[in-house]
């Protein structure tokens, strides 16, 4: 008897990192090209994203033991901080589709 299956998933994540701030000692001697501090330095590599995935599919079976399937998947990043290796936000979109053989 022919069937047909649906299926439904997602998930959301928000993913952190931070440096503390770093303690640089002030050198000894005078260094007289020195024209950059270290204050900011633990700030560069901060992120702060947020993963999302939802996506849906279905699955008719046939009566013979033939199954054809199709899925819908869309997958989100939003880059909060951006300022690591740029600005990452961005989304995808993935279509599959197939035919599956049972013997």
Request: no cysteine.
């Amino acid at each position: 008897m022919p069937q047909l299956a649906l299926n439904l998933s997602g998930f959301v994540a928000k993913n952190t990192s931070a440096f503390e701030q770093v303690d640089m000692p002030e050198p000894e001697e005078a260094v007289e090209h020195l024209d950059y501090t270290f204050e900011d330095m633990h700030k560069y590599s901060d992120l702060n994203y947020l993963n999302y995935q939802i996506g849906g599919g279905a699955t008719y079976s046939f009566e013979n033991g033939i199954k054809w399937t199709v899925d819908v998947t869309y997958y989100g990043l939003d880059d909060r901080l951006g300022y690591v290796y740029g600005d990452e936000t961005g989304s995808l979109v993935v279509v599959r589709s197939g035919v599956q053989l049972d013997f």
